[in-house]
């Protein structure tokens, strides 16, 4: 059970990372087609934090389980 609640876990990190890196994408090849952000450096640096909190989160579980 240990093994696939830490598995689960990782592959729940990586999917954000993910998730936020195709939003960073989206950004950086259309940013005047997304017009609800219209700061897009802004934007483009929350989903950049988003993806430094699941890496660490991902980084914790690695060295410490």
């Known amino acids: ?3 696939k609640l830490l598995e689960a876990s990782r592959e729940h990190f990586l999917a954000h990372i993910k998730k936020h890196k195709v939003n960073v994408e989206i ?3 259309n940013p ?3 017009a609800e952000h219209p700061d ?3 934007t483009i640096e929350k989903e950049l934090e988003q ?3 699941y890496h ?3 980084e ?3 060295i410490y389980f």
């Open 1 to 3: 059970m240990r093994d």
């Open 27 to 29: 950004l950086l090849e």
């Open 32 to 34: 005047r087609g997304i």
């Open 40 to 42: 897009i450096m802004e």
């Open 51 to 53: 993806m430094a909190d």
């Open 56 to 58: 660490d989160k991902l």
């Open 60 to 62: 914790m579980l690695n």
